[in-house]
């Protein structure tokens, strides 16, 4: 309970120390370092982590790089490729960083000091389930409907109706606890 207490305020600090440091020397120490204490779990650590950011990374950098261009911004100071590199560093360590901190912590017994914090906690976790549980349906559904593999515009679809329905799931599930709350005195109209 205390050791997860710890690993929330390292996390935190962290966190803050990711976003307050711009050169890159010490965000790749940063990264280094939390490799270092994933241990025997660095390569698969690093490895989810560069899959997860990949195509976000990828349209942010070649957006910058196609505005750095018509901007001329090559022969400016600072080097659009220096801003590319703290950037993409950044996210890396922040993401790899979150990664090793829901591998280490248990959340509810980190947070378990405030009874409001906690029951957030549970909400969105049970939320998380009910997600999760829905998509899994959803692909499911679209296999178990196809005689062949489904097609890239059926696959679109069928996202596209998934969308919709997480949505709208969302929408309702929001307007019943603001409901509920304001019956409760939480919101004074």
């Avoid at 280490?104 to 017994?109: D, G, P, S, V």
């Avoid at 998934?162 to 005195?185: C, M, N, P, V, Y």
Wanted: proline residues 2%; glycine residues 4%; hydrophobic residues 50%.
């Amino acid at each position: 309970m205390q050791r997860d207490r710890i690993h929330l305020g390292l996390y935190l600090a962290g966190v803050l120390g990711a976003t307050l440091i711009h050169a890159p020397a010490w965000l790749a120490a940063g990264l280094a370092l939390v490799l270092l204490l994933s241990g025997r779990d660095a390569a698969s650590l690093l490895r989810r982590a560069v899959l997860t950011v990949l195509a976000f990374n990828t349209l942010i950098s070649l957006s910058y790089l196609g505005m750095a261009w018509w901007q001329d911004a090559f022969t400016q100071a600072p080097s659009p490729w220096l801003t590319l590199l703290r950037l993409n560093l950044r996210v890396l360590l922040l993401t790899c960083l979150t990664f090793l901190f829901i591998a280490r912590t248990n959340l509810f017994q980190a947070l378990d000091f405030s009874k409001s914090l906690t029951y957030v906690l549970g909400l969105a976790y049970s939320q998380t389930l009910t997600f999760s549980r829905a998509h899994d349906d959803f692909r499911l559904a679209l296999a178990s409907r196809s005689l062949t593999r489904p097609s890239l515009i059926d696959r679109y679809r069928a996202s596209a109706a998934a969308i919709s329905w997480f949505i709208e799931k969302s929408l309702h599930a929001a307007t019943q606890s603001s409901q509920a709350l304001r019956s409760r005195g939480f919101f004074h109209d």
